[in-house]
Each structure stands twice: as structure tokens, then as C-alpha cells.
């Protein structure tokens, strides 16, 4: 699974978009692009993932640049709630096993 | 659906003790894996499982066992505890093997080894 680079903290206005990067500049054609959070003491949970074209679900939105070295997780309209580590995973999915490498991720802080 | 549940919520282990973390899932879920958090640090693969009867190795397997004899199952074993297997352990379970589907956690089991 390719290396993936993300700012160790960010803050963040209550209301305002938060816009988290990402860095896989080593992405191969067939890995796909996950975040998942974690609130604080919780067990992780998904937002979205993508491949090559930009995602929306209810949570987030999810744009990954043309050449896919790079992506950005929105959250439009941060809440306090959002507080939370933030986790960029590349990855194939397997036939045998959805192992997920979590790294340091971001700390996210919305701020009222 | 309960999703994905875990007992104890907390324990504590004297060194050389042994236990079972519990987990379990009822949305039929082929997937299952167990995860362990130290303190500011990410999440890494213990064991994980791709069906009854099947499991493998995760990145740090070394003191702890697995077994899968049903679908909603998935038990983690410690046969002699020690220090360094204090931690938050996270179960998970996701419903494709290989497939893109999120993979759900539970709240977690936060364990002390004195």
C-alpha cells in the first residue's frame, strides 16, 4: 500500500469548511483512497473513499488532483463535533483481507 | 443491529495472566479484524479474519491468538500477558473480503497489564 503524508494538526472555525490534505505521490493505478476518523477514546469510523474521481457522500466530500498524488477531504460546514484524528489511507483492496495501515493522521480542531 | 460489540469495556491484567477479548457482529459480515491503539499513535493489525475457519496475521501478532469458529465471532486471546500489551484494542468487521466496504469498529476494550 502506498505512503501516505498528512499535516500532524489543523484548526479550524466552527462552521467553516475544513479542508484536509493528503499526500501519495507513490499511488499506484489500482489503489483507492480512504478516510476514516476517530474521535476522541471511539473506535475509527469510515467518511469516504474514492479512485479517480471526486466523491460526495452525507459526511464529506472527497477530491483527489488529476494525476492522483495528492487528495483533499472536505468537511463543508465544520462542527465541534468534527474534532477528531483524521486518517488518509491508500490501499488495493484484496481478495483475502481488508487490512487497513493506519498512520499518524491529522488532528483536527474546530474551534468555536 | 448492535454493529460491532466488545467486552470488557475495561480490565486489568497482573503480568503472566491470561484473557479473552470478546468481539462480535451481527450484520453477517465475512470480514473481521483486531487492531491495537498505545497511547498517540495509530491503530495496527493484530489478526484478522476472512471467514469461519479462516485467520492470519496481522503486523503485530506476536502474544495473542485467534480463532473464528462462527461468523459473529471473533475472540482474542492472551495467553500470558505482560506490560507491553497495554493498550485500547479495537475489534472491526467489514462485509466484502477485498471488497471496498467501509469496515465498522467497535467502542473498544481498554486494557492494563501491571
Known amino acids: 500500500d502506498a505512503k501516505t503524508t498528512q499535516p500532524p494538526s489543523m484548526d479550524c472555525a466552527e462552521g467553516r469548511a475544513a479542508n484536509l490534505p493528503c499526500n501519495h505521490s507513490?499511488?499506484?493505478?489500482?489503489?483507492?483512497v480512504y478516510w476514516y476518523r476517530q474521535i476522541h477514546s471511539q473506535g475509527p469510523q469510515y467518511i469516504i473513499h474514492g479512485l479517480k474521481n471526486n466523491e460526495t457522500n452525507e459526511m464529506a466530500s472527497l477530491i483527489i488532483t488529476e494525476d492522483r498524488k495528492s487528495s483533499t477531504l472536505i468537511l463543508p460546514h465544520a462542527t465541534l463535533r468534527d474534532t477528531a484524528v483524521y486518517y488518509c489511507?491508500?490501499?488495493?483492496?484484496?481478495?483475502?483481507?481488508?487490512?487497513?495501515?493506519f498512520g499518524a493522521g491529522t488532528i483536527l480542531r474546530v474551534k468555536s | 443491529n448492535a454493529g460491532v460489540t466488545q467486552t470488557p469495556k475495561f480490565q486489568v491484567l497482573k503480568t503472566g495472566q491470561s484473557m479473552t477479548l470478546q468481539c462480535a457482529q451481527d450484520?453477517?459480515?465475512?470480514?473481521m479484524s483486531w487492531y491495537r491503539q498505545d497511547p498517540g499513535m495509530g491503530l495496527r493489525l493484530i489478526h484478522y479474519?476472512?471467514?469461519?475457519?479462516?485467520?492470519d496475521q496481522g503486523e503485530v501478532p506476536n502474544g495473542y491468538n485467534v480463532s473464528r469458529s462462527t461468523t459473529e465471532d471473533f475472540p482474542l486471546r492472551l495467553l500470558s500477558a505482560a506490560p507491553s500489551q497495554t493498550s485500547v484494542y479495537f475489534c472491526a468487521s467489514s462485509y466484502r473480503t477485498g471488497g471496498m466496504d467501509e469496515q465498522f469498529f467497535g467502542p473498544g476494550t481498554r486494557l492494563t497489564v501491571l
Open positions: 479474519s476472512v471467514g469461519a475457519g479462516i485467520t
Open positions: 489511507i491508500v490501499r488495493v483492496p484484496r481478495v483475502y483481507g481488508n487490512k487497513l495501515v
Open positions: 450484520m453477517n459480515h465475512e470480514y
Open positions: 507513490t499511488i499506484s493505478g489500482n489503489e483507492y
